[in-house]
């Protein structure tokens, strides 16, 4: 089986950063893409920000110029760096990656637990 685990959440003041981490480990062949995605309370779940393997990313509006995603494929991981939060930033942060198996063509996109972001003064 294959797991995802985030880490690096937490309680900042606006203007603050943060730093996520996500790791996978398992079972499986490579990893193609790894993102991240947020939900706050009442909301949609929305794309943050994804990175191919080849190292080309892509954000949403709304973060470009103060998050930046980064990967390490020796370690499995992804990694979130946050700048600059704002309030509206407060959200659960979910991790993705979308793992190759042995056995199949097939890509499949596995989420990590989830990880608490709090922006309040």
């Known amino acids: 089986q294959v797991q995802l685990v985030e880490s690096g959440g937490g309680l900042v003041q606006p203007g603050g950063s943060l730093r996520l981490s996500c790791a996978a480990s398992g079972i499986f062949f490579s990893i193609n893409a790894m993102g991240w995605y947020r939900q706050a309370p009442g909301k949609q779940r929305e794309l943050v920000a994804t990175i191919p393997s080849g190292g080309t990313t892509n954000y949403a509006d709304s973060m470009k110029g103060r998050f930046t995603i980064s990967r390490d494929n020796a370690k499995n991981t992804v990694y979130l760096q946050m700048n600059s939060l704002k309030p509206e930033d407060t959200a659960v942060y979910y991790c993705?990656?979308?793992?190759?198996?042995?056995?199949?063509?097939?890509?499949?996109?596995?989420w990590g637990q989830g990880t608490q972001v709090t922006v309040s003064s």
């Open positions: 993705h990656a979308d793992l190759r198996s042995h056995s199949s063509a097939y890509v499949r996109r596995y």
